[in-house]
């Protein structure tokens, strides 16, 4: 049975696609069979950073509406054999989405694939809590910044509420992904350094991605940061993070920064 994961955060523009699509690809290099779905309806951007955007025949709400058979709207991709994208729909409207008809899609999902990737709208909307609705673990996409931490605790908030999780009285796995860190503009106070998003958002760290003009290249590529490169620094620190999602346990270590931050990843756990 898949683990269906949710990347998500609270605030556009902090990297959540380019996390989704990197993380797939590190899981799918794993040789786990991984999906990756764009529930943003209207936007559709992970099949660019997939580089899949003239593939795409049918998509999400085809198969939600009946318009498409689901095998017809997985794209394999040709570089990782292990790893599927199902794209969204870049004409319609988010409400073609029901809750009924994704929760089909995700039940049919699980029995063929080992991983689940959702790429969640940013912000509260419809989008989002459909996406989070079916997951047993969250990536929480973060940068370090006040807003974009505030915003990430009203997600939390969300995970904790409005999931099939949290109303069956169980505890939704959270975890942490900073992204866009410069220690230097940390060190001059231009950015919240590691150890104060922590204190705020009190929930595990699975990986700090450091700012990096690899990112931007590969995603201009059509390339998830983890195949374009796997040598770069976020690539590293994607593929790590990977690992630690599906398990494994290594310490993180901050840019810049030779101290680990074990103890931090897991000794903290989200109320």
């Known amino acids: 049975m898949a683990k269906v994961i949710v990347v998500t955060s609270g605030k556009g523009g902090v990297g959540k696609t380019t996390s989704t699509a990197a993380l797939g690809a590190a899981l799918a290099q794993r040789g786990d069979k991984t999906v990756v779905i764009d529930f943003d309806v209207g936007l559709r951007n992970l099949d660019l950073v997939m580089g899949a955007e003239r593939r795409v025949v049918y998509d999400l709400v085809n198969v939600v509406q009946g318009d498409a058979k689901l095998p017809q709207a997985l794209i394999r991709d040709k570089r990782v054999e292990t790893l599927f994208l199902l794209p969204a729909s870049q004409t319609r409207d988010k409400d073609a989405l029901t809750a009924e008809g994704v929760a089909t899609v995700m039940e049919t999902l699980k029995k063929h694939?080992?991983?689940?990737i959702c790429d969640s709208p940013a912000g509260i909307e419809r989008g989002a809590?459909?996406?989070m609705r079916h997951a047993d673990a969250a990536v929480i996409v973060t940068n370090p910044e006040v807003s974009s931490v505030r915003d990430s605790d009203r997600i939390i908030g969300l995970l904790d509420s409005k999931t099939l999780k949290a109303e069956n009285g169980e505890r939704m796995e959270k975890h942490l992904l900073l992204t866009r860190y410069d220690p230097a503009r940390a060190a001059r106070g231009d950015m919240l350094k590691v150890d104060d998003v922590l204190e705020i958002l009190s929930i595990p760290l699975i990986?700090?991605?450091?700012?990096?003009?690899d990112v931007l290249r590969a995603s201009n590529l059509g390339t998830p940061v983890t195949l374009a490169d796997a040598r770069s620094a976020p690539a590293m620190a994607y593929a790590q993070a990977a690992r630690r999602l599906a398990g494994e346990t290594i310490p993180v270590t901050?840019?810049?920064?030779k101290?680990?931050?074990?103890a931090k990843m897991f000794g903290r756990r989200a109320a």
């Open 113 to 116: 694939f080992d991983w689940i």
């Open 129 to 131: 809590t459909l996406a």
């Open 207 to 213: 990986g700090i991605i450091p700012e990096s003009m």
């Open 254 to 257: 901050i840019p810049g920064e």
């Open 259 to 262: 101290r680990s931050i074990l």
